[in-house]
């Protein structure tokens, strides 16, 4: 190879090199200050076993989930139990959650992405009510913008946190339980009266029925039948049996007054049940799709009378701690568990079928 193609070949290896190193530096001058956050938790540090309490604050309404020794808790709620797996799940989802992407955002932006007073606050704190993390939680994020972003569960989510106004960041997840609603957060089981022996129902106005049967397979009897009048044992049955699949829908304020909830003048149901248990149960108004309740448990919890009996009689003796906590509170239940039992009398007789007599 001669001198002067050499030559030619260094001064071309100099060329691309100090093109190739002004090439970087223009890369990284695009490249935001932050960047080195991208795949980084969003909280560092944060350990499951470290958090004793959660708060949610929206501009409207505030949660508190508190760990105490019987499980977690709703503050707001005089201290009803909250949902163990949903806690557990959401912990454990904050704690796994990184950054995806990280933008610099100025003020109009923390407005326009519900990053300002709009925004949901989420914080956890330890035993000693010591902040442990903290992150404004502001719009959902979507890949491709949906009809009704309202209704759309969302890709992910921007967030931002304290300390830092300058810099929005993108989450993977869009976090629709971080909200302050007691009803996304409490344990949804509820008293059930299962095996029913008695069932009496009377309205506000005073009218009612009463449906009683000798053994756990007879058929119910329709109290005071009159002439004429068949009772459909469907309908009798489903009245009684919907009440042993009873589950919460919500838990009111503690300072709801039985005017709110119509607990002052309510529909009562009185039942028994042939493990010996007693159930005064008060329905009170219709909130949305939900009625307000409240009820008693009474009576004595009968010994198994056979072997087959003993593992059922067992579940409810364990229950019966649970029931009587719920009995504290007022309660909201889905009206569709309802419907079956609050018929009215009428709407428990077999009807005749038009040209029969």
Do not use: C
């Amino acid at each position: 190879m001669s001198a002067r193609i050499v030559a030619i070949l260094v001064v071309l290896l100099v060329v691309l090199g100090g093109t190739a190193l002004l090439m970087q530096r223009e890369d990284s001058t695009r490249r935001p200050q932050n960047a080195s956050a991208l795949g980084q938790p969003l909280f560092k540090d944060l350990k499951a076993a470290d958090i004793a309490r959660i708060r949610i604050v929206e501009p409207k309404s505030t949660l508190t989930l508190s760990r105490k020794e019987e499980g977690w808790v709703i503050a707001e709620r005089d201290g009803f139990p909250a949902d163990l797996t949903k806690v557990r799940e959401f912990v454990l989802k904050a704690i796994s959650l990184k950054i995806a992407q990280s933008e610099p955002i100025g003020e109009k932006d923390r407005a326009r992405l519900n990053l300002d007073a709009s925004a949901t606050q989420l914080e956890f704190a330890g035993a000693d009510d010591k902040p442990l993390a903290k992150v404004l939680i502001g719009r959902k994020l979507f890949r491709s913008e949906p009809e009704n972003p309202e209704k759309a569960l969302g890709d992910g989510r921007f967030v931002m946190l304290p300390g830092d106004d300058a810099s929005v960041y993108m989450v993977p997840d869009p976090l629709l339980q971080a909200a302050a609603k007691s009803a996304e957060w409490i344990d949804k089981r509820a008293f059930q009266i299962e095996k029913a022996k008695t069932l009496e129902v009377r309205y506000a106005g005073g009218d009612g029925w009463r449906l009683e049967r000798a053994a756990e397979n007879a058929s119910w009897r329709l109290a005071n039948q009159r002439p004429g009048e068949k009772l459909d044992s469907s309908r009798a049955n489903a009245a009684t049996y919907s009440l042993s699949l009873l589950d919460l829908a919500d838990v009111a304020p503690k300072d709801a007054s039985p005017e709110t909830t119509g607990l002052d003048q309510p529909t009562r149901l009185d039942a028994t049940t042939f493990d010996g248990l007693s159930y005064m149960v008060r329905v009170g108004k219709l909130a949305g799709e939900n009625y307000y309740v409240s009820f008693e448990q009474g009576g004595t919890l009968a010994k198994a009378a056979k072997p087959d009996d003993a593992e059922r009689i067992k579940k409810i003796e364990e229950r019966l701690p649970k029931d009587k906590a719920l009995s504290q509170h007022v309660l909201l239940v889905p009206k569709s568990r309802l419907e079956d039992t609050l018929k009215k009398r009428a709407e428990l007789l077999e009807t005749r079928e038009a040209g029969k007599k």
